[in-house]
C-alpha cells in the first residue's frame, strides 16, 4: 500500500458490539472479546420503514435445557410480536420471552409456556425494551420438538 493509501481517510463503517453501533474506519475489527449481535445494524436501517421481520429459530430441534434465539434488536420499535410454532407435530415445547436495557442483564417476561404439540404462541411486547429474545426447551426431557420462531417489530 502506498503512503497516499494509507493516510487516506477511510469510510466509516458500522460494527455491532454489545448490542449498540459503534463507527469504525474500514479495515478495524472489533475487539475479538465483543459479542455480535448482527440484527442492530439491519433495525437501524429500517428505521422509518414500518415493520422488520426476523426468523429467530428455523426448524430448531429442542433440548432438555433451555437454548437462545438470535437477538432482536426492538429499540426503533413501538410494538414487538413473537410467534413461535410446533411444527413437528408430535412433542409439546416451552419457552420464556427475556428482555433486556443492558445485555448483560436479562429480564424474564414469561416464563416456562407451554406450547403443545403442532400448536402456536404469541405474545406482543410495547414497553422500552432495547432487545428481546426467547428461549426454548423440551417440555418432557428427552422428547424433543421442532420449532420456528419469528420475531416482528412494528413502528407506530
Same mark, same amino acid.
Given at each position: 500500500?502506498?503512503?497516499?493509501?494509507?493516510?487516506?481517510?477511510?469510510? @466509516?463503517?458500522? @460494527?455491532?458490539?454489545?448490542?449498540?453501533?459503534? +463507527?469504525?474506519? &474500514?479495515?478495524?475489527?472489533?475487539?475479538?472479546?465483543?459479542?455480535? +449481535?448482527?440484527? !442492530?445494524?439491519?433495525?437501524?436501517?429500517? %428505521?422509518? !420503514?414500518?415493520?422488520?421481520?426476523?426468523?429467530?429459530?428455523?426448524? /430448531?430441534?429442542?433440548?432438555?435445557?433451555?437454548?437462545?434465539?438470535? @437477538? /432482536?434488536?426492538? &429499540?426503533?420499535?413501538?410494538?414487538?410480536? =413473537?410467534?413461535? %410454532?410446533? @411444527?413437528?407435530?408430535?412433542?409439546? =415445547?416451552? +419457552?420464556?420471552?427475556?428482555?433486556?436495557?443492558?445485555?448483560? =442483564?436479562?429480564?424474564?417476561?414469561?416464563?416456562? *409456556? *407451554?406450547?403443545?404439540?403442532?400448536?402456536?404462541?404469541?405474545? !406482543?411486547?410495547?414497553?422500552?425494551? $432495547?432487545?428481546?429474545?426467547? #428461549? *426454548?426447551?423440551?417440555? *418432557?426431557?428427552? #422428547?424433543?420438538?421442532? =420449532? $420456528?420462531?419469528?420475531?416482528?417489530?412494528? !413502528?407506530?
Amino acid at each position: 500500500m502506498s503512503k497516499e493509501e494509507e493516510e487516506a481517510p477511510r469510510p @466509516i463503517e458500522p @460494527i455491532i458490539s454489545k448490542g449498540a453501533i459503534s +463507527y469504525v474506519r &474500514r479495515g478495524s475489527e472489533p475487539p475479538p472479546s465483543m459479542p455480535s +449481535y448482527a440484527d !442492530t445494524h439491519e433495525a437501524w436501517k429500517s %428505521k422509518g !420503514t414500518g415493520y422488520k421481520t426476523k426468523k429467530v429459530f428455523d426448524n /430448531f430441534l429442542t433440548s432438555d435445557n433451555y437454548e437462545d434465539s438470535l @437477538i /432482536f434488536d426492538m &429499540r426503533f420499535f413501538s410494538k414487538v410480536l =413473537i410467534h413461535i %410454532k410446533e @411444527i413437528g407435530g408430535t412433542k409439546a =415445547i416451552k +419457552y420464556k420471552v427475556l428482555a433486556c436495557l443492558d445485555p448483560s =442483564i436479562w429480564e424474564a417476561l414469561k416464563s416456562d *409456556v *407451554v406450547v403443545s404439540a403442532s400448536g402456536s404462541a404469541v405474545e !406482543t411486547l410495547s414497553d422500552a425494551w $432495547n432487545w428481546v429474545k426467547i #428461549q *426454548v426447551a423440551s417440555n *418432557v426431557s428427552g #422428547q424433543a420438538g421442532k =420449532i $420456528n420462531a419469528f420475531i416482528e417489530g412494528k !413502528t407506530p
